[in-house]
T-cell receptor, first 111, second 110 residues
Framework: NAGVTQTPKFQVLKTGQSMTLQCAQD?????MSWYRQDPGMGLRLIHY???????DQGEVPNGYNVSRSTTEDFPLRLLSAAPSQTSVYFC??????????FGPGTRLTVT | GQQVMQIPQYQHVQEGEDFTTYCNSS?????IQWYKQRPGGHPVFLIQ?????EVKKQKRLTFQFGEAKKNSSLHITATQTTDVGTYFC??????????FGQGTRLTINP
């Protein structure tokens, strides 16, 4: 099992550009989520999904969209990148409210 | 919404000293989880506590869940350089969200 995979590992964007961060898991988990990690701020929940076709907002959803067309994939879209979105992004999957498996992260810089 | 607060934010110890991080929630939690993130890595699940007053041990690590299920602690006895990293607690908010504390970053002087 690959677990949770994320691509790309690193990305530099210019302000206003859009992009999609990919996340996939092969553990058949219904629950998936996206977090961003900033120094001193811990892990903040952006969006989450309790199953295919179902998504909801977390603590910091503005500027991000998600979709969940399959159990395996949960992409995160940045619609118009801003410098405030410079961060490390982690995708996770697991049992709802239980143990979560994190991907390796995507380090995003917006200039 | 619910807040999960962790203290301290940073802790520097000499190798061999003990270390403790504390997690406090504004609401009663159905469970509390602990994760470790090595420098440059991703969070890795350590343990989940469910019962009031529960204590679990993993080698030199001791995890406690408070009687009121609103606080928790992680204690490391005789730290080693392999313990370096950031330790996060996490608790459910409602029926669907998992909220993380800000983390405690542990550095160790060998």
């Amino acid at each position: 099992n690959a677990g949770v995979t994320q691509t790309p590992k690193f990305q530099v964007l210019k302000t206003g550009q859009s992009m999609t961060l990919q996340c996939a898991q092969d553990m058949n988990h219904e629950y998936m989520s996206w977090y961003r990690q900033d120094p001193g701020m811990g892990l903040r929940l952006i969006h989450y999904s309790v199953g295919a076709g179902i998504t909801d907002q977390g603590e910091v959803p503005n500027g991000y969209n998600v979709s969940r067309s399959t159990t395996e994939d949960f992409p995160l879209r940045l619609l118009s990148a801003a410098p405030s979105q410079t961060s490390v992004y982690f995708c996770a999957s697991g049992v709802r409210l239980g143990e979560q498996y994190f991907g390796p992260g995507t380090r995003l810089t917006v200039t | 919404g619910q807040q999960v607060m962790q203290i301290p934010q940073y802790q520097h110890v000499q190798e061999g000293e003990d270390f403790t991080t504390y997690c406090n929630s504004s609401t009663t939690l159905s469970n509390i989880q602990w994760y470790k993130q090595r420098p440059g890595g991703h969070p890795v699940f350590l343990i989940q506590l469910v019962k009031s007053g529960e204590v679990k041990k993993q080698k030199r690590l001791t995890f406690q869940f408070g009687e009121a299920k609103k606080n928790s602690s992680l204690h490391i006895t005789a730290t080693q350089t392999t313990d370096v990293g950031t330790y996060f607690c996490a608790g459910p908010e409602g029926a669907q969200k998992l909220v993380f504390g800000q983390g405690t970053r542990l550095t160790i002087n060998p």
